[in-house]
């Protein structure tokens, strides 16, 4: 009898310890499910699955040739920054930055007649542009603009008073009503801590940018 009880808690002991291994593992097991999953996902949308009907891609990233540099350029001394807010409308055209410094224009163009064709990409704005100053904002605008019509794959890369970041048009198609459409991604390094988002947008018929869901 004595030998039963012993044999009995044993086995009950090996289950247990079965049981909590399977335990430990299945976090793990998840999450390299949910990593096939993205994996998937990421394929599916390349080869025309999510938003296919919407967005035909013509292209993924090819590499031309040495990464391009922004000359960053200071304010113009005319420049004055006025308060505007976060969301407004010019020329019919939404002007959204939730993050960073609010002002006219984009990149290097300071007046917004002058950066219209590229208001509408400021809706790709990330939370990092908190973190830098309007020159900096304005160096990554810069390379955002440079990048709707560098090769597909070039990095625009901008570097200014210890930030620095990339923009690169990683491929492009076209809408079933004929809009050229760019897929961006975007960079900024912050003392060794990188950001990194992707975004698309589409050229309309008047020649402006505006972001869309992809």
Known sequence: MLKMR???RSSIAALLIASTAL???????????DRR?????????????????RLEWRSD???HGSPRVVVVQRQPPAYRRIAVPRSRSYNHIQVLRPYGRPYLGFGFHYRDRDALRFLGLTALGLFVFNELNETQQRAHEEALTQATSAPIGDAIIWNEAGRSGTVTAVRDGVT????QCREFQQEVVIG?????????????????????DD
């Open 6 to 8: 012993a044999s009995l």
């Open 23 to 33: 335990g430990a593992l299945a976090p793990a097991v998840a999450q390299d499910r």
């Open 37 to 53: 999953d993205i994996r998937d996902d990421r394929r599916d949308d390349r080869d025309g699955g999510r938003g296919g009907a």
């Open 61 to 63: 990233r090819h590499w």
């Open 176 to 179: 079933a009503d004929g809009r």
């Open 192 to 212: 060794g801590r990188n950001t990194e988002a992707y975004g698309t947008a589409c050229q309309q018929t008047d020649g402006n940018w505006q972001v869309v």
